[in-house]
């Protein structure tokens, strides 16, 4: 167990360093850099597909798209105009700051002005690394139950800010956003929380202005 325990150690510190570095290449181009975290099927891809909508014709989108398998989720994105590169892990679970790194070459990196991470499902693995973004996104959707800040406290504490999917689906589910909220403010109290569905356009144009003040804040830092 010991053994496993600093093996574990020096890769999420070698991930530090690289997360570091890459924090200092998107600082230098002043790309806003948001990492999406969620449940497979949370709405992750179709949340990016409606933001490349909304705001592609006013700032530079790119993306990252992170699954096992495919390349469904960045064919999707570039439907809309928007520069993606896929990452298959096989295997793993999450992504990791050098595979971030591996591929920043395919991209014009000034040319962006806001590169998306999309992260593998999972509310688990990710939220333990580092991919040198500026904020991390947490998507719950309330098909997954109410009880997911209590049985996942990481992942609220990792986020910057939480977006609440599926809303039009609340009435056909027992999901209590009372509930929700009450245990996601235990962890974090000041962590904003934006209700919203993809599918039927709820709450996004406050997403929106989201992405948009943050990443006027990264052009002027």
Not at 145 to 173: C, E, H, R, S, V
Not at 178 to 184: A, C, E, I, K
Request: overall charge neutral.
């Amino acid at each position: 167990m010991t053994a496993e325990i600093k093996i574990q150690k020096n890769v999420l510190s070698k991930n530090d360093e690289i997360a570091a570095q890459l924090r200092r290449t998107f600082a230098e181009r002043r790309i806003f850099v948001v990492n999406i975290l969620s449940s497979p099927g949370s709405g992750k891809t179709t949340l990016l597909e409606k933001t490349a909508q909304a705001l592609g014709s006013k700032l530079r989108l790119a993306a990252i798209e992170g699954d096992l398998q495919t390349s469904r989720d960045a064919d999707r994105i570039a439907g809309h105009g928007v520069k993606a590169v896929q990452i298959n892990t096989g295997r793993g679970c999450h992504l990791d700051a050098n595979m971030v790194t591996n591929v920043l070459p395919q991209f014009d990196l000034d040319a962006i002005d806001v590169l998306f991470i999309e992260n593998v499902g999972n509310l688990v693995c990710p939220m333990t690394y580092d991919l040198g973004e500026d904020r991390a996104v947490l998507l719950v959707s309330v098909t997954e139950g109410d009880d997911k800040p209590a049985k996942y406290p990481t992942a609220i504490l990792k986020a910057d800010l939480l977006l609440l999917n599926k809303m039009d689906l609340q009435p056909f589910t027992n999901f209590s956003t009372q509930r929700f909220g009450m245990d996601v403010w235990k962890l974090k109290p000041n962590l904003n929380m934006l209700e919203i569905s993809c599918t039927k356009n709820i709450g996004l144009e406050a997403w929106f202005k989201w992405v948009q003040s943050e990443s006027q804040k990264k052009r002027q830092s």
